[in-house]
């Protein structure tokens, strides 16, 4: 008899087929046939379907099998793979997988520097594959769209190594130097991510095949194949039955299979092997509505302990992200962001994903067999598993709301930060605090929302601790003014009583005096006759007491001598029996001691040999107590070192607190400036950043410390500097005008220069002399004027037309030790001049053809690099001008350049678009390293009109078309970082620039302003520490920063 058990499983459940399964393969014979025409044809397939549809099972077990089939000359080499977080390396090692039989050199290629390679070079791949030996070369890329599903939006390598890896492909099927043939697998819900990458799409268009839906018939073979393939049956009300709910639901191919899988497994635990597949077994799983929850809770709750029962919510909840329209989306995420988001160990989450990918449940992917570590994508396998497992619903449904009110808060705290709403009251407090409390938000989930989230919860703690303060005011007065009402009421009550009480008393004295005179004579005459019968009484009581007394005696003395005669006779009683009781006790005591004694003799030589042992015991219980105590102080160390930094990062969070108080409470008040102190102080002294936003706000507030200056009648457009060591500024725009400004004395009106032979053009541009004792301008019309005389009136020393177009970057540089003029316009035309004893003559021109959007210079005035309107970056050779510009590509960038800047290191270059992305190039030998660029988005709202850095590298600022500048530390990843927000304008931000000494930074606006900000917190620390004399009193420092926190003064020379 053949058993049960020797039947194997013929349904692969939730993965997909693969290779090894083609002969359990069944129901897509036409569409295997129509693929491999249409591959062999074009040399190109893109397989397009649904989610679950079956693609990537229709070409493992399906194409790849039929391709095999013929005579020995037909020969393919197949490399399959997923494109995942990094389709290069993953090319890379499948290529080394397949090949590394052919050639054993594969296995000492590094594949780091071949993916290198291949990113520089496509063509790189073609020598790689030429070690296939004549075989045809059949590259499989399952599941394309992880090419967009795993792009990190907030770092543009991701993008970079996509369009590498698609340029890689696009080669590898464009050439016909080796037979390669390629196939995609994609989801159609991403067809239209391949419209950003140039010749996809159109390569895409000549081998597309949309799979189509199975008929009833090939659903049939799907069902009933493999069970006969294997020697068994099923009823055929069963297939039936299945094929009636895939007719109404066809898309649940994968949950059918998964069905069938977990009905066979059943019908092999009960039924004989003679029997069919019954729809009872079918039924007992659940069938399609519920296999999947009652397979997911029998892992769940009998394979899970408490612990990863917590780690698998938290797991599927932080591959959920909330979608476009508030809807949820599946985000495949790295093991180590996982644990990031989490807060969960490693090891937790690992015990969970292989229990929930392990053969025969295959809910999460990677599949078994592969390794795990913190790289790895954990994703889930089938996207209908979400909202067919029940408790999973539920998860997902609780992260959606999660991040709802998440982004609500957030929202709102910048709203705050602005001035532009107040704090949160019940019902969303109430709300707000039990989502911090339940959900135990990280900073590193809240990231993929909003990057302020220290931010947020510092509005929610401060939104608490103002209702709780509101509502104990409002107790209070209501307590105040009831005893108020209570006392005048009692005060009225007491005194209607006391008038009543005076009446009755008097009343009732009038009487008594009365009764009492009359009473007092009565009982004066019974007084006289009461005394003489006590007298009587009296000496009769003495006579009886004396009587009493003598037959006391007489009685007392015949009880003692009854009590000694019972005493002798009880004693010579107990002294026999005590006699007898001790002979029977000492004969068992001999007893005892000779059992004793043996006993002993015995023990002796049993206690020498549990002497050995325990001796031995004892050397290797010290030497574990040794190391049991130097674990425990390196325990005690970190326990220390953990409880420091959780004080340290309290007590900063304590000070970011205190500074929004005291930015909210009225300027100009002691208080408001005694809080920011203190939140300085607090900061600085527990290691907190210097330039923390919030204290920054709260000091400039106490402060005064920023001017706005008016002086222009239109937009102001630049503002510029000269290199000369003073403290003179000159803005320009569109009124014509320059003016000069000393930002140590802003009150001073500033000197103005008009050129009278200028028709009225904006001004774009202003650059100074070495000497700071001339400047240029350059105009809108091309005309580049130079002026000598810093007395306003003075006519400008010289006036032409220097380009055909705006004229939007000027710069002075030493050229081989003589001042040089370079003015570049917006049509594409640099020029040099030669403007040494007051001349402005033109030297040389370069024109480059194309849209010109920024300029930046090199430090030593070598190179100027110029950022096009399309995108590319080119570089001049100031010294060799003659010589051909060099221009560099950067792919990934998103939006139209704006702006553009070198870090004072020159190890960097940034860039503003008009998306709103701010971008970075590392730049290696005077020229922007391949495949370096970087972007950080979220961080503004529109373009990027400047960019500054501080002289010493430490802060990057940034200008923008939503009226505001931002402030970073550049030292750190900006956009892990929250920004000092300076929002004062009331239209766009057109130009930024440090001062030398990097305390201020000056701004032009649209809205015809100048303005100044002291934005070293230090210096502001100082400032105010001179106006503010007294101290916080403990009442106001209990109400402020707390009861339990010890009372401590300012440390006024903190810095």
């Given at each position: 008899m053949v058993e049960n058990s020797t039947f194997t499983n013929p349904f692969p459940g939730l993965r997909s087929y693969d290779y090894e399964d083609h002969a359990l393969f069944f129901g897509r014979d036409a569409h295997i046939r129509e693929l491999k025409n249409k591959l062999l044809d074009g040399r190109f397939l893109a397989l397009i379907g649904s989610s679950g549809s079956g693609k990537s099972s229709l070409i493992k077990a399906g194409l790849i099998p039929s391709l095999e089939e013929g005579d020995a000359s037909n020969r393919w080499k197949v490399i399959l793979f997923r494109p995942g977080g990094n389709?290069?390396?993953?090319?890379?090692?499948?290529?080394?997988?397949?090949?590394?039989?052919?050639?054993?050199?594969?296995?000492?290629?590094?594949?780091?520097s071949l993916e290198k390679e291949l990113s520089n070079d496509t063509k790189v791949a073609l020598s790689l594959l030429s070690a296939t030996r004549g075989q045809k070369i059949l590259l499989v890329i399952d599941q394309f769209e992880e090419l967009f599903r795993y792009e990190l939006s907030e770092d543009s390598s991701g993008i970079n190594r996509t369009n590498a890896f698609v340029k890689l492909l696009l080669t590898l099927i464009n050439q016909r130097e080796l037979p390669v043939h390629a196939v995609i697998t994609m989801r159609s819900d991403y067809l239209d991510h391949c419209t950003e990458f140039n010749g996809l799409t159109e390569i895409i268009n000549k081998g597309y095949y949309l799979l189509p839906k199975m008929n009833p018939e090939e659903v049939r073979q799907v069902i009933v194949g493999p069970v006969e393939s294997v020697g068994a049956s099923i009823e055929p009300e069963?297939?039936?039955?299945?094929?009636?709910?895939?007719?109404?639901?066809?898309?649940?191919?994968?949950?059918?299979?998964?069905?069938?899988?977990?009905?066979?497994?059943?019908?092999?635990?009960?039924?004989?092997?003679?029997?069919?597949?019954?729809?009872?077994?079918?039924?007992?799983?659940?069938?399609?509505?519920?296999?999947?929850?009652?397979?997911?809770?029998?892992?769940?709750?009998?394979?899970?302990?408490?612990?990863?029962?917590?780690?698998?919510?938290?797991?599927f909840k932080s591959l959920i992200v909330l979608g476009p329209s508030d809807t949820s989306s599946l985000h495949p995420t790295v093991l180590r962001e996982i644990i990031q988001i989490t807060g969960i160990p490693d090891y937790l989450l690992i015990d969970v994903i292989m229990v929930f990918r392990e053969n025969g449940v295959s809910i999460l992917t990677p599949k078994p067999g592969v390794k795990i570590d913190q790289n790895s994508i954990i994703d889930v396998s089938v996207e209908k598993v979400l909202t067919f497992w029940e408790r999973c619903r539920k998860w997902i449904e609780e992260e959606l709301e999660s991040a709802k009110l998440y982004k609500q808060l957030s929202y709102s705290a910048s709203l705050y930060q602005d001035g532009r709403t107040g704090l949160w009251v019940n019902p969303e407090l109430q709300l707000g605090l039990k989502w911090l409390k339940e959900s135990e938000p990280t900073l590193e989930w809240a990231q993929r929302y909003d990057p302020f989230f220290e931010r947020a919860t510092n509005f929610?703690?401060?939104?608490?601790?103002?209702?709780?303060?509101?509502?104990?005011?409002?107790?209070?007065?209501?307590?105040?003014?009831?005893?108020?009402?209570?006392?005048?009421?009692?005060?009225?009550?007491?005194?209607?009583?006391?008038?009543?009480?005076?009446?009755?008393?008097?009343?009732?004295?009038r009487t008594q005096a009365q009764q009492s005179e009359k009473t007092a004579l009565e009982k004066e005459s019974l007084a006289l006759e009461e005394r003489k019968r006590a007298e009587d009484q009296t000496r009769e009581a003495i006579s009886q007491k004396k009587i009493a007394e003598q037959q006391g005696t007489f009685a007392e003395l015949q009880k003692t001598l009854t009590e000694e005669q019972k005493g002798i006779a009880v004693r010579e009683q107990e002294k026999a029996v005590k006699e007898s009781i001790a002979?029977?006790?000492?004969?068992?005591?001999?007893?005892?001691?000779?059992?004793?004694?043996?006993?002993?003799?015995?023990?002796?030589?049993?206690?020498?040999?549990?002497?050995?042992?325990?001796?031995?015991?004892?050397?290797?219980?010290?030497?574990?107590?040794?190391?049991?105590?130097?674990?425990?102080?390196?325990?005690?160390?970190?326990?220390?070192?953990?409880?420091?930094?959780?004080?340290?990062?309290?007590?900063?969070?304590?000070?970011?607190?205190?500074?929004?108080?005291?930015?909210?409470?009225?300027?100009?008040?002691?208080?408001?400036?005694?809080?920011?102190?203190?939140?300085?102080?607090?900061?600085?002294?527990?290691?907190?950043?210097?330039?923390?936003?919030?204290?920054?706000?709260?000091?400039?507030?106490?402060?005064?410390?920023?001017?706005?200056?008016?002086?222009?009648?239109?937009?102001?457009?630049?503002?510029?500097?000269?290199?000369?060591?003073?403290?003179?500024?000159?803005?320009?725009?569109?009124?014509g005008v320059v003016s000069l400004w000393n930002y140590l004395t802003p009150a001073v009106k500033p000197l103005l220069f008009r050129n009278p032979k200028q028709t009225f053009r904006s001004i774009r541009s202003v650059a100074f002399m070495p000497d700071g004792k001339t400047f240029f301008t350059g105009s809108s019309n091309g005309q580049i004027v130079r002026w000598d005389n810093f007395t306003p009136g003075t006519p400008p020393a010289k006036t032409i037309i220097g380009h055909d177009g705006i004229v939007f970057s000027?710069?002075?540089?030493?050229?081989?030790?003589?001042?040089?003029?370079?003015?570049?316009?917006?049509?594409?035309?640099?020029?040099?001049?030669?403007?040494?004893?007051?001349?402005?003559?033109?030297?040389?021109?370069?024109?480059?053809?194309?849209?010109?959007?920024?300029?930046?210079?090199?430090?030593?005035?070598?190179?100027?690099?110029?950022?096009?309107?399309?995108?590319?970056?080119?570089?001049?050779?100031?010294?060799?001008?003659?010589?051909?510009?060099?221009?560099?590509?950067?792919?990934?960038?998103?939006?139209?350049?704006?702006?553009?800047?070198?870090?004072?290191?020159?190890?960097?270059?940034?860039?503003?678009?008009?998306?709103?992305?701010?971008?970075?190039?590392?730049?290696?030998?005077?020229?922007?390293?391949?495949?370096?660029?970087?972007?950080?988005?979220?961080?503004?709202?529109?373009?990027?009109?400047?960019?500054?850095?501080?002289?010493?590298?430490?802060?990057?600022?940034?200008?923008?078309?939503?009226?505001?500048?931002?402030?970073?530390?550049?030292?750190?990843?900006?956009?892990?970082?929250?920004p000092v927000l300076l929002s004062d304008f009331d239209y766009w931000v057109m130009d930024i620039q440090f001062t030398r000494d990097g305390n201020k930074l000056l701004a032009a606006g649209a809205d015809k302003t100048v303005r100044i900000w002291d934005i070293n917190s230090a210096a502001l620390f100082t400032e105010v520490s001179k106006r503010v004399k007294r101290e916080l009193t403990e009442e106001e420092w209990d109400q402020y920063i707390g009861k339990d926190i010890p009372y401590e003064k300012l440390s006024r020379n903190i810095r």
């Open positions: 389709p290069v390396r993953n090319f890379v090692d499948a290529v080394k997988a397949a090949l590394r039989e052919d050639d054993p050199i594969w296995d000492s290629r590094d594949p780091v069963l297939v039936t039955g299945l094929l009636k709910e895939l007719a109404d639901n066809p898309d649940f191919l994968p949950i059918l299979q998964h069905a069938l899988m977990r009905t066979w497994d059943r019908w092999k635990s009960t039924k004989p092997y003679s029997s069919p597949v019954s729809r009872s077994d079918y039924e007992a799983i659940g069938t399609m509505q519920e296999s999947i929850t009652m397979h997911a809770e029998e892992i769940y709750t009998q394979r899970l302990d408490e612990k990863r029962r917590n780690a698998a919510a938290k797991l929610l703690d401060y939104s608490k601790k103002q209702y709780e303060l509101e509502v104990r005011q409002k107790e209070d007065r209501q307590k105040r003014e009831l005893r108020k009402a209570r006392i005048f009421a009692s005060v009225l009550g007491i005194s209607s009583l006391v008038s009543l009480l005076f009446l009755i008393v008097a009343l009732v004295l002979a029977k006790i000492a004969k068992q005591i001999a007893e005892e001691q000779k059992f004793q004694a043996d006993n002993a003799r015995k023990a002796a030589v049993e206690s020498q040999k549990q002497t050995e042992i325990q001796k031995e015991y004892a050397v290797n219980a010290q030497k574990e107590s040794e190391r049991q105590k130097v674990y425990a102080q390196s325990a005690q160390k970190e326990a220390e070192t953990s409880r420091n930094d959780a004080l340290k990062q309290r007590s900063k969070a304590v000070a970011r607190f205190i500074a929004i108080q005291s930015f909210q409470m009225p300027a100009g008040d002691e208080l408001t400036a005694l809080l920011a102190l203190k939140a300085y102080d607090f900061n600085i002294k527990n290691g907190g950043e210097r330039e923390n936003p919030d204290i920054f706000n709260a000091l400039s507030k106490a402060a005064g410390a920023k001017a706005t200056l008016i002086a222009h009648n239109d937009i102001v457009r630049v503002v510029a500097e000269p290199q000369a060591g003073n403290s003179l500024f000159a803005t320009a725009g569109d009124d000027m710069t002075v540089k030493n050229i081989n030790n003589k001042p040089h003029l370079i003015s570049v316009s917006s049509a594409g035309q640099v020029r040099l001049w030669d403007v040494s004893d007051k001349k402005l003559e033109v030297l040389k021109n370069v024109n480059l053809g194309t849209e010109i959007a920024s300029v930046e210079m090199w430090a030593d005035g070598r190179f100027m690099f110029l950022a096009t309107g399309n995108g590319k970056l080119i570089r001049i050779d100031l010294n060799k001008l003659d010589s051909k510009p060099i221009e560099y590509s950067l792919p990934g960038l998103r939006g139209r350049l704006l702006s553009m800047a070198f870090t004072p290191d020159q190890k960097y270059l940034y860039f503003g678009t008009s998306s709103g992305m701010l971008y970075h190039v590392r730049i290696t030998n005077d020229e922007p390293v391949p495949n370096s660029l970087t972007g950080t988005q979220g961080t503004h709202t529109s373009g990027i009109t400047s960019i500054a850095f501080a002289p010493d590298g430490s802060r990057i600022a940034t200008a923008c078309y939503d009226w505001k500048i931002r402030i970073w530390n550049a030292k750190e990843d900006i956009s892990k970082q929250q």
